[in-house]
């Protein structure tokens, strides 16, 4: 019988994104080697990113989406590098991808590892992980706006920034959050706006999660306003299971987890295009950290951990386990990266949590 092949596509890009791309693909490649010719992984390189842009002045090749649109997911670093303004290397490249091949929800879990400190007090006494699913296709990164009108020059510039919020985009992520709330222990969606302030497309978004709502009348729910969302993160995390926002609000939020769980470079992150038209794309929150990138010294866990949403996406659920219960295994037994406290490189931990597989 034929191995199944996934096909991917990895865009590692810049800083420390070349170096985590680089540990997510060896677990990978860990999981396939044991996994006795069941499946395998069939990798491209695609070079992209803040170099590139300065050899061809485009973050990507000019067909690069098609290039890309066939692989059964795309697996990805970060984007940014002081070279070039960061609006430009982002649109150029990442939004560029997640807008594209229509990744309208982006997935990511808050999770306490064992041996890594939270400066939360409460997370050495309650069990705490939530989920942040982020509206990943419109809202503040619509890309809607202009700048210079009527001739206004140096001195006298007006932009507009427009956030755009349309009712089947705020239904399919507030639905897609629903259905994820079904599958956890604790049945229940936080939505989060800033609805006294921006009366429209928040409103709208609010109307439209009181409505899906009664369709899931077995799930609890709350609206809160983003202020109170990010002082509950810190003050009450255990009240939390699914929380939904729009793009800007996620994206602020889902820092802030990842900095509560004890550091940005553990959280991992999935944009997914539900409907399988087009490639997911699987990557870390951080950006490409340029204060420490080249040094060998990044933490992994954020882009392996990604590897493992790759995994359940492609319907290897007992894979994906097994590299979360690594990872676990990794940081309770002391190998960390200096960003939580260690004095690991990436590699040793890398090389660890492939050593933790087996077990
Ligand atoms: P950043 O996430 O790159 O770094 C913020 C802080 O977290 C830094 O102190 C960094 O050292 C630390 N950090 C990040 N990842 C880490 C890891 N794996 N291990 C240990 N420490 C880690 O955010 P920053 O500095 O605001 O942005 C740097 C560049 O990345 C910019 O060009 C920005 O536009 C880009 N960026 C790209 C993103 C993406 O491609 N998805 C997301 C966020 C920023
Ligand atoms: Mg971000």
Same mark, same amino acid.
Request: charged content about 5%; proline content about 11%.
């Given at each position: 019988e034929q191995p199944q092949t996934f096909r991917i596509a990895a865009v590692p890009a810049d800083g420390v994104g070349i170096e985590v791309v680089e540990a997510g693909r060896a677990v990978l490649e860990a999981i396939a080697g044991a996994a006795s010719g069941r499946f395998a992984f069939a990798w491209q390189d695609f070079p992209w990113g803040s170099e590139y842009y300065a050899n061809h002045g485009r973050m990507m090749a000019e067909d690069g989406l098609d290039q890309l649109k066939d692989f059964d997911a795309i697996y990805f670093g970060a984007v940014g590098w002081p070279t070039v303004p960061d609006h430009v290397s982002l649109w150029g490249l990442r939004l560029k991808i997640c807008q594209s091949f229509d990744q309208w929800a982006n997935i990511r879990p808050v999770e306490f590892l064992p041996g890594i400190q939270s400066p939360l007090r409460k997370a050495d006494t309650t069990d705490l992980n939530w989920v942040v699913v982020r509206e990943n296709s419109e809202g503040e990164y619509a890309g809607f706006g202009g700048r210079n009108? =009527? /001739?206004? /020059? *140096?001195?006298?510039e007006v932009a507009v920034q427009s956030a755009v919020f349309t009712e089947a985009g705020c239904e399919r992520i507030i639905r897609f959050a629903f259905d994820l709330a079904r599958g956890r222990a604790h049945k229940k969606v936080s939505s989060v706006t800033k609805s006294n302030a921006q009366q429209y497309g928040m409103v709208l978004w609010d109307d439209v999660f009181a409505r899906v709502a009664t369709d899931y009348p077995d799930v609890e729910t709350e609206s809160v306003l983003v202020d109170a969302m990010s002082a509950k993160f810190v003050l009450r995390p255990e009240d939390l299971s699914v929380v939904v926002a729009s793009n800007l609000n996620a994206d602020i939020l889902s820092d802030l987890g990842s900095a509560l769980a004890g550091?940005? /470079?553990l959280a991992a992150s999935a944009n997914l295009n539900p409907e399988r038209r087009f490639p997911s794309m699987f990557e870390p929150v951080h950006g490409s950290a340029p204060d420490i =990138? /080249?040094?060998?010294?990044?933490? *992994?866990v954020g882009a392996i951990g990604s590897a493992a949403l790759m995994l359940d996406h492609f319907g290897l659920h007992d894979e994906a386990k097994r590299v979360h219960r690594a990872i676990e295994a990794t940081t309770g037994s002391g190998i960390r990266t200096r960003d939580v406290g260690g004095t690991a490189t990436t590699r040793e931990v890398t090389a660890a949590i492939i050593d933790n597989l087996a077990g």
């Open positions: 009108f =009527a /001739g206004r /020059g *140096p001195g006298g550091s940005l /470079g =990138a /080249g040094q060998g010294v990044c933490n *992994p």
